[in-house]
């Protein structure tokens, strides 16, 4: 399988730049998602590797063998890079068998007969949908007929598959279907994959690593629990996680004795480091929370206001209100929380972040007291 680089790859459309100076390396057999909001170039990225957009400067190298460079005017077309690509739509042929949409790109490869039956079967068997075979695609469920989609760009073997917001188009309970089928799919072939999603949980739960790019800019590379739990600024921090994390401006109180003291109109927090970080006194910076950081517990003397409860069943999403602020938390457990009502909370654990004022990260670590600002 191959190894994909990036190097100094940019792509702009006039004035417009949709990439600026991606840099990247996608190992072998990887699983890498091209995440970030509308507008971003992720979906650019991929068609660049793919060949189905120049970019305007850079390289990219495929397994060790250079597919496009600016300076020496190298650009193989997408059939000499031995990609598939999987689009949004699936784009079957619609008067084809399930079987023929497979079997088609061998054919016009000029394979056996046999050597097509039986590599269309193993699809068919590794994709579950051996009983479909004979079936057309107006005859199959959107899950079904993405199946066979992925079935028919796996077909002739390529080394990277792309895949373009495959998903997007499935109701929620096949969404969470075909994410376990992609990346049972991913180990069985052992090929790299490379997925353009817009849905921070898809990239969550299928990656092996995440590329989140805003305004054609690389913001963090990095495994997924990387990016949760150490994001490299507040717009990564705010991006991943559902409910959204807690982002509270604060004021460097004092810096005494390893402790930080952070205010703000509404609370006190005793801050304690995991690694040493600079900040002065009168410094403005942000605390970030993530929702299942925030406890509530009867023992607390910091009481908050319930704005809202939204309870599942397994888990309740509680809203606080603090001072002009309003807090996200999840509480797991069959719980309910009347609105207006007062509660104690609490911040746990040591994954506390704390960010400088142009929204880079400086640091993590764990609030030692939480009390109300007289």
Known sequence: MPRIELIDVSKRFGKFVAVDLLNMVIEDGSFISLLGPSGCGKTTTLRMIAGLETPTEGRIIIDGKTVFDSKRQIDLSPAKRDIGFLFQNYALWPHMTVYQNIAFGLENLKWSKEDIRA???????????????????????????????????????????????????????????????????????????????????????????????????????????????????????????????????????????????????AMHVSFKPTELFSVAKGEKVTLGLRPELISVTDASEYKVEVYSSL???????????????????????????????????????????VFHADGRLLGTGSVQHLTHRK
């Open 311 to 353: 309870p599942s069943g397994m888990e309740t999403i509680v809203r606080f209100k603090i001072g002009e602020a309003i807090l996200n938390a999840v509480v797991f457990g069959s719980l309910d929380f009347p609105v207006g009502s007062s509660v104690g909370i609490h911040f746990t654990s040591d994954k506390l972040l």
């Open 119 to 265: 590599n269309v079967e193993k699809l068919l068997a590794m994709l579950r949908i051996d009983e479909f075979a004979a079936r057309y695609p107006a005859e199959l469920s959107g899950g079904q007929q993405q199946r066979v989609a992925i079935a028919r760009t796996l077909a002739t073997n390529p080394k990277v598959l792309l895949m373009d917001e495959p998903l997007s188009n499935l109701d929620a309970k096949l969404r969470m279907e075909m994410r376990t089928e992609l990346k049972r799919l991913h180990v069985e072939t052992g090929a790299t994959f490379v997925y353009v999603t817009h849905d921070q949980l898809e990239a969550m739960t299928l990656s092996s690593k995440i590329c989140l790019l805003d305004k054609g800019v690389l913001q963090q590379y990095d495994r997924p629990l990387g990016v949760y739990n150490k994001p490299v600024n507040t717009f990564t921090a705010d991006f991943v996680g559902n409910p959204a994390i807690n982002l509270l401006p604060v004021e460097v109180q004092s810096v005494k004795d390893g402790n930080v003291m952070l205010s703000n109109e």
